[in-house]
């Protein structure tokens, strides 16, 4: 709980505000008022499409003081020799970022509210004998798309922290911390315009490509496979880096 409340302090700092007031008037601009001005049908998975590419400069903005200013005050040292464990640390610190996310996050299903009342085909639900018409929001991609979405936001955040844990400069976590999620959103996701089989390799490694079948309503083992992986692989290689600072 320490930790988690720790990491949701640091998140919380100046940039972790401007970024969360910028991303609802960014995807509000690109990914809905688009489709809502020129009257064609808008769905979710644009929405989350949009978002998906945004995360990988919001993740690590989230994640660049989470332990690289810990390291630079000399308060990790302190929380290193406290009775938490090093995964406890870590795992507290990827929480603490997840949940601000998701916090941030909490406008998509404003969006999805005004999507349902303004759809043109209606459908009547009841809910306590009270009957509703709403629109026919296609609710499985809706919340397979946002699953999709907190997962690669997972993967990108533990990158992230494990770009903070190997400095004590926060300016170049965050500067390393986007090279690592932009190649792996944008770089990657190029796979398609390359020849085999290199573009196989790179839309295995892609993490949009993987995310995509989540936004189309699809549940994929292959893709749920590949974000736990990264997210575990990620959060093991800093457990590893702080467990190096007890012998340094």
Known sequence: DFCLSRGL????????????????????????????LSGTPVAMDRVYGGLAYLLAFMAPFFTMRLLAEESRSGTLEILLT?????????LGKWLGALLFFIAITAFLFLFAAVIMYYEPTHQVISIGGLSLSVGNLDLGPTLTGYLGLLLEAGALLALG???SS????????????LVVTLSLV???GLGNFLPSPFGDIAQYIGAYDHFASFNQGRIVLRDLVYFLTVTAGALFLTVRVLESRRWR
Do not use: H
């Not at 406290?82 to 406890?88: A, I, V």
């Not at 190997?166 to 976590?173: C, D, F, P, V, Y």
């Open 166 to 177: 190997l400095t004590r400069n926060q300016i170049l976590a965050a500067f390393v911390g």
């Open 82 to 90: 406290s009775p938490l464990r090093d995964w406890e640390v870590v």
């Open 186 to 188: 944008w770089v990657f």
């Open 9 to 36: 302090g640091d998140v919380y700092k100046r940039q972790g505000y401007v970024i969360a007031a910028l991303m609802v008037p960014i995807v509000s601009l690109f990914a809905f008022l688009p489709a809502v």
């Open 161 to 163: 922290l494990l770009c």
